[in-house]
């Protein structure tokens, strides 16, 4: 079980600003030993990039060129090998902003609580002004969510954006 927990700990994505630039540095800890990778990374929609990555040292860093109106950048890789890393399923989801700077890692999980608080603020009809706000906010990050086209995680994002849409429409939004 510790082995399990610290190959966790060791292997995964970090992404970080660069010094004076809107510019993201992207650093995977391979969870085996491989050469190259191929990182995948999309700032909104379903529109990818893509870009080779070779090891240095104990890292695979690769600099990606960040929009200026980006508001998430979501992440995964394939190892040469094919093993895929895409952080079980869920992708590496990152909100940001350039000015100023914010880089916020998150999970689909994390919205479906938020879904959940504002529901239970509805239904118990208290602070239904901060769940309009929960719902706005769920609503905007879900509009640039990053997916793979036919995914799981689109099928996710698409029940989400179902659930938002209707507890909207039960507060008349």
Not at 36 to 42: E, V, W
Not at 117 to 141: F, G, M, P, S
Request: with cysteine; net charge negative; proline share 4%.
């Amino acid at each position: 079980m510790n082995l399990l927990l610290a190959v966790m700990i060791l292997c995964g994505v970090d992404v970080y600003f660069l010094k004076d630039s809107p510019d993201l540095l992207v650093r995977l800890i391979p969870e085996s030993q491989i050469e190259h990778l191929t990182l995948h990374y999309c700032f909104e929609g379903s529109l990818w990039g893509s870009r080779v990555v070779k090891k240095e040292g104990k890292f695979f860093d690769a600099i990606i060129k960040t929009p200026l109106d980006a508001r998430i950048v979501g992440i995964y890789a394939i190892y040469d090998d094919q093993t895929i890393d895409d952080n079980r399923g869920q992708l590496y989801l990152y909100e940001l902003s350039i000015y100023p700077r914010m880089l916020m890692p998150f999970s689909v999980s994390d919205l479906e609580v938020v879904i959940a608080q504002a529901r239970k603020k509805i239904i118990t009809n208290t602070h239904v002004d901060e769940a309009i706000a929960l719902l706005d906010y769920v609503n905007e990050i879900l509009k640039a969510l990053p997916v793979i086209a036919d995914s799981p995680g689109e099928s996710k994002k698409n029940i989400l954006q179902a659930e938002v849409d209707k507890l909207k429409m039960q507060v008349g939004r």
